[in-house]
């Protein structure tokens, strides 16, 4: 125990909140016109609380949790936390110092970004390494609870690896981005807490919190820390997040799949779009270049079969923009191997 409050001390004053703000003027532009005519006077009553607003008209819209991994104002955080490209970015530090953030970027892929604030000399969190993480392995979820609670801490185990999630699941008519390879953890994880740390025994930050199942208990899920690395370098290097782009859809292939299509194997993914909505293949694209149809049947990838557990996007994510896919694929009962340079994803 003395050990836990040791690092949660040494950890506090590197996590951060979040807070997402925009003007009254704004939120009244993005309600729909149709609506004015049924509220007095044709101006939209937004009944918001008058503390939520402050002396220039500015609105609190919503908030989250991030941490400091540079000294020079470097901080990590959920995509979801600052989805909105039109709201502006206010982060509070744990010594009630408050800087207006730039977002530097915003991961296409995985739930990750990354903000900018004008300070040096900063407090940090060392950055551990998600892949050596093992099940049933003690953490530390630290975040800002229900965006009110400030410096919450909960404690858990690793409670699953590899775990595959849709935000917003629920709603079927989303247009969501599924979210792979997260570690499922039984620390609780608080609207509010989204962007936090999640930091093992030695203090290292392991994944960032990222999303809850709703109505379970004790399931909650975060990105592991090794995506946002790779992100960090990418923005160091380039100014931006650069992740590699192939250009299909695919579904992929179990026993069940095999027998109601009449497939030649029971593993891999076929590549299928749907009529009039979105193609299979994307136009213009590397897939698309290289000569994969509709219908093919990737097998593998760099040497790698694929399956339900390790499917294409899995091998994409450990590829890099410029670099070649090896793929094998099926094609009206003969088998091809491809070669496809990666261009990157906007």
């Known amino acids: 125990m003395e050990q836990i409050t040791k690092i949660i001390k040494k950890s506090l004053p590197a996590v951060v909140s979040i807070i997402a703000t925009k003007s009254l003027r704004e939120l009244e532009k993005e309600l729909p016109a149709e609506i004015f005519p049924l509220l007095p006077f044709g101006m939209p009553d937004l009944k918001i609380p008058e503390d939520k607003i402050n002396a220039r008209g500015i609105i609190e819209i919503g908030n989250g949790s991030g941490f400091i991994v540079d000294s020079t104002g470097i901080i990590l955080t959920n995509k979801h936390v600052i989805a909105d490209p039109e709201a502006e970015y206010e982060v509070l530090t744990s010594g009630g110092k408050k800087y207006k953030a730039l977002v530097l970027a915003r991961d296409p892929i995985c739930d990750v970004a990354i903000l900018k604030i004008p300070a040096i000399n900063l407090p940090t969190l060392k950055l551990g390494n998600s892949d050596k993480i093992e099940l049933g392995e003690t953490v530390l979820a630290i975040g800002n609870a229900l965006g009110i609670f400030q410096n919450t801490v909960s404690r858990g185990i690793i409670s699953g690896l590899s775990r595959n999630i849709s935000p917003n699941e629920e709603n079927k008519e989303a ?26 025994l030695k203090g290292e ?92 049947i990737v097998i593998e990838c760099n040497g790698q079969k694929i399956t339900n557990a390790e499917n294409i996007q899995d091998v994409l994510e450990k590829m890099s923009v410029g670099e070649t896919m090896k793929m094998k694929l099926i094609r009206k009962g003969k088998t091809l191997e491809l070669s496809i340079k990666l261009s990157k994803r906007k």
């Open 175 to 200: 247009d969501v981005q599924q979210l792979r390879g997260l570690m499922q953890t039984d620390a609780a994880i608080n609207p509010g807490n989204s962007g936090g740390p999640l930091i093992n």
């Open 205 to 296: 930050v392991v994944g960032i919190n990222a999303a809850i199942i709703s109505g379970a208990q004790n399931i909650g899920f975060a990105i592991p820390i090794n995506s946002a690395k790779k992100d960090l370098g990418d923005v160091a290097s380039f100014g931006e997040v650069r992740r590699p782009l192939l250009g299909i859809r695919y579904v992929n292939i179990d026993k069940n799949l095999k027998e109601k299509m009449g497939l030649p194997v029971d593993y891999g993914a076929i590549i299928v779009g749907k009529k009039g909505t979105y193609e299979a293949v994307l136009k213009n694209t590397p897939a698309y270049r290289a000569g994969i149809k509709e219908g093919d």
